[in-house]
């Protein structure tokens, strides 16, 4: 059973930095993982996306330069680092996965989600 287990998320004002995380267990050794978000009333979006050697990675461009997506194999976790946060970055933050060594911007190319983790920008 494939579990994804995100943290980190939490209350910070706008300019402040979070780093989140997600765990994975029962999964696939190669896989490419994903963080979405999606905010109130708006469809859930790419945010970032890493291959399994972590070498390949693809940012949304409302995020680029200011987001570094980041993995550790022997922990299967991945991360989240977000610098200078904006109250338009406000959105649940889901990890997601696939067995599939390419990245995909599509939501519904990942069979595989955690439960989201709030992250809330103060202006």
């Known amino acids: 059973q494939v579990q994804l287990v995100e943290s980190g998320g939490g209350l910070v004002q706008a300019g402040g930095s979070l780093r989140l995380s997600c765990t994975a267990s029962g999964i696939l050794s190669a896989n490419t993982m994903g963080w979405f978000r999606q905010a109130p009333g708006k469809e859930r979006e790419f945010v970032a996306g890493?291959?399994?050697?972590?070498?390949?990675?693809n940012y949304a461009d409302s995020v680029k330069g200011r987001t570094t997506i980041s993995r550790d194999n022997a922990k299967n976790t991945v991360y989240l680092q977000m610098n200078s946060l904006k109250p338009e970055d406000t959105a649940i933050y889901y990890c997601?996965?696939?067995?599939?060594?390419?990245?995909?911007?599509?939501?519904?190319?990942?069979?595989?989600w955690g439960q989201g983790t709030q992250v809330t920008v103060s202006s």
């Open positions: 890493i291959s399994w050697g972590g070498d390949i990675k």
């Open positions: 997601a996965a696939r067995t599939v060594w390419s990245i995909s911007v599509g939501p519904s190319e990942y069979p595989y």
